[in-house]
């Protein structure tokens, strides 16, 4: 029946073109069409945008609220739990804004970092020759996808975090690492005269690795030989900082936590609203990226395989010389959407009270000053900005792992 | 393709359900039948709703007043639960007639927002709740104590205040719920909970084991709570302000529910006057002269509320304190009736 | 002469099947695979039981009340009392048929979609997925239909978070496949207000949307305009579903092969007849589980809507557990509760989709 009426339809079409009389009439002509109705679109935009934005003049005006930007000056009087750079509540609003800017970049940072190394650890798992280990990667993909993230963050939050110790009871590991109710604590180091010289060392090192692999690359392709690049390199890391450090004789004095009064002060603390938040990012986003890995492999026919098997590499080697380079191809794209939703998901810090960009601004700022669209807009586009530059490197990134056709 | 944007604008305008927002808020109510009140999503003792989804509590008790004195049935409310952010954009844009949500009446709110409040109808204050093994007696011993916090309340600031003001630093943890701040206090997390002194003691109760946990002397902020209506509709801001005041006054006469009928017929002239058999005081504000006789012979006095919802006969059990009377040493105290 | 010397007697070859074959080759393979095996089984040896006996052993499952729960266990009354505003709301009782009517119109039209007759099935299933928004929310409020009429802020719980998530994508559909054809266009001005509404849609956290919805967008309205709260919500998430589904019928468009554009272009079709009854049938088709994903991924975030205090299930669950009658501390119940819902849900609609992409693979192959 459908394809009688496409055969009808078209007849009828073509009977209308060799009538012909009409087809040539100047609104049948597909670029001043094109043309019109780019104009009606304008026109319709403009009407709407214009009519809502008179509209919120108005309300405005007609309710008295305030507006502008004026508040980013004001004092804040308000608290912030963590943040990266000095603040106080007598700070301002415009301050507000930069610290929630850089916790969410720090908990997306985080979050992509774990994402990332679970969805690819569980994805190659899927293909494991152990029964346990491939169950138990279908069990973690199957549960961790298909629940609201929310009720991940407050299982990871009021069912694990809540349950450890609390501060007078810490788990200790030598007197330096504390982890109790209210966070991690790690010893910190702090950098005398000379310390820079150490920085600059293991830049060095890293500058160094970069030449090391390509130089090992070369020369696998002129002469065939390998280099162990990865002992190499990890050797550089520790060793290049080290010598120097011995050198300047150690200019770094250690900072441990200690408790003092209710809680523990000094060092590094890494609050439980991070690590329940970064956990269930990247738990959850974990998931997504081992389907995205998993289908990536299977996209690889089976006769790389079997190819590689039967030049006497290793099944760990295949994976990781042979099978996922190729996969990433598949994977980069999905990669890049993951990514971002992950920056979007991180906005539900609101639900566990880490002061994310969102959390401080929309929720808390918002609610003292309650200047909602100035506060929304801000934020909306501070979340766009970030998306555009993930978008942006994944897609440099695409482009490096496209295949090279020679 | 331009039909995209005139699909989008004719969705747009089929659903403007049109509900104008005039001056005349009274009208609007009447026409409407029902009165529609801007309540909390759930805060034990002032707006909660059980499990058959019936609201109760001393906030939606307000609403319910204004409710019997506009329309003479408490029970033609249409609750709309509202977060804390969006409260006054909700009464701004008309979506709601009053808002009675557990609102901190502040200089700020009531001149930069558009609103106005309409009294008082629980005076509180921002308190701290810790755990009996602290061993900490004074609020001024918390130096370097973390606090559970609520978030998007008044109290936020507050405590930033208090610990300023006496050289103490402390660390703030948020929660978005209540019930949220509770297990963030029972598990350790911080030292101490602030909260209004009411809500402290609805959350005290959560505890696994509330003996375990005390409530400092201490009341470092004024919290006092109100009903709140749009500016310029001065009839209607009336109407909520005399409604409430009905109520206390109400208890100051000592009339209750259960002897409001036979009040109107044989009591003193004030009483008289408040009940509707003498007087203009209903005409005034524009409504019935049985406004003030509806709302106590349906949700009752300032007392009978209070004891229901947050007081005696309720699990909270709050004692009256300041929000006593001003003839039983409270300051609770309705301008006069006449 | 030798005696005969029989030759010593071999081990028996490993078994390669049976069951300790399969226990060796899969759990005890190797030392290290061993260890995770024994301390994988040790732990659910010790965790199990305290599961069951929390659960079901120690549980209360009768009553009505708070004082029901006299037994350590889960209070599992708190559900019971509580299940009917965790699926329905507060919505009244008398009326609830008509939530349970729109639930099985949904399953009915999910269901002919996939098993009517071939030569009907699009037409007809595309004609009841654009009618069932319409028919749905008219069964609801009751307005038209002459019943009576249940206003919005009663609507709540786990359906609501059904169909704020099938209302929102349905209507989107046709806006979103309107926005991929933009992007594709010729034409310069139309193509870029296209990238700009996708990007921004798919760029922005849902949350931030949901807050437009609830403090900015009463803004936008006239002044003396008051748009119901459910209704500004579910504009903006209709916004957001045709961004998102916008990005799933581009990937529909690009993987219909130029072949089938060039041979309807050649009998002369005209584009909207080459587009809906050539292409938009094969875009549909092998979108089917990427559309899936994406409603499951809506489904998901409609959790969200508890920041905004939608009643929602989880927001109906805080409400509950903020009662003072019910302060006992019965969180975990609920939260597991919820859990089980939604995981059921989920998992369910993602083997869907991976049935429908096997059979599409097995389609391509006759």
Redesign the interface.
Known sequence: MFKQKTIEEVKSASRKSSSGTTSNAFYNNPRIRGFFYQIALIAGLLYFFGTIIGNTLANMEATGIKTGFDFLGAAAGYDVLMSLISFESTDTYGRIFVVGFLNTLLVSAIGIFFATLLGFVFGVAHFSHNWLIRKVALVYVEIFRNVPLLLQVFFWYFAVLSSLPGARQSLSLGEAVFLNVRGLYMPKLIGGDLSSLVWIALGAAVAGIFVLRRWAKKRQELTGQQFPVLKTSIAMVILFPLIVAALTGFPFTVEYPALKGFNYFGGITVIPELMSLAIALSVYTGAFIAEAVRAGVQSIPHGQTEAARSIGLRENKIMSLIIVPQAMRVIVPLLNSEYQSLVKNSTLAAAVGYPDLFNVFVGTALNQTGQAIETIFMTIIVYFVVNMVISFLMNRFNNAVALVSR | MAKKALLTASILAATMTAGAVQAATLDDVKSRGTLTCGVSTGLAGFSQKDENGKWSGLDVDMCRAVAAAVLGDSEAVQYKPLTAKERFTALASGEIDMLSRNTTWTHTRDTSLGINFAGTNYYDGASFMVMKDLGVSSATQLDGANACIQAGTSTELAIADYFRENGMSYKAVTFDTSDQTRQGFESGRCDFLTSDGSQLAALRIGLANPGNAVILPEVISKEPLGPVVRQGDDQWFNIVKWSLNAMIEAEEQKVTSANASDMKANGNPANKRLLGSEGELGGNLGLSADWAYNIITQVGNYSESFERNVGMDSPLKLARGINASWRDGGILYAPAMR | MKEFQPIAARPAPIKTVGFTA?LR???F?TIP?AV??LS?IALLAYYLPLIFDWAFWSANFTGTTEDACVKEGACWVFIN??S??FFY??YPVEEVWRINLTLVLLVMVIAASFTLPK??R??ASITSWLLLPVVGIAILDGRLLGLEVV?T??WGGFTLNVFMAAASIIVAFP?SF??AL?RR??????RS?SVIFIE?F???????LF??G???L????????????L?RVW?VLIFFMSGYMAEVFRGGFQAVPSGQYEAADS????YW?KIL??ILPQVIKVSMPNILATF?MLF??T??L????I?EV??TL????????W???H??EG?LF??LV??GS??SM?VLARRIERQMNTDKRD
């Open positions: 399969w080759d899969n759990l393979s695979n995770v095996t994988v009392a509580w009917y505003q709301g507060t030569s009907i699009l037409k206003s802020d009663l806006f309107l926005w933009g266009s010729e034409m310069p001005f139309i207000v921004f798919r760029g922005v956290p849902v949350l931030s807050f437009m609830s403090v900015m009463p803004l936008f309205f006239a002044e003396g305009t008051n748009v119901d709260k209704i504009l009998i002369g079709l005209s007849q009854l050539i499951v998901k975030n959790t969200f508890l920041i905004i205090g009643p989880v927001q805080q409400t509950a557990l903020s009662n003072s009658y302060l006992g501390g969180a975990l939260y919820v859990f939604f995981w989920c998992f993602s």
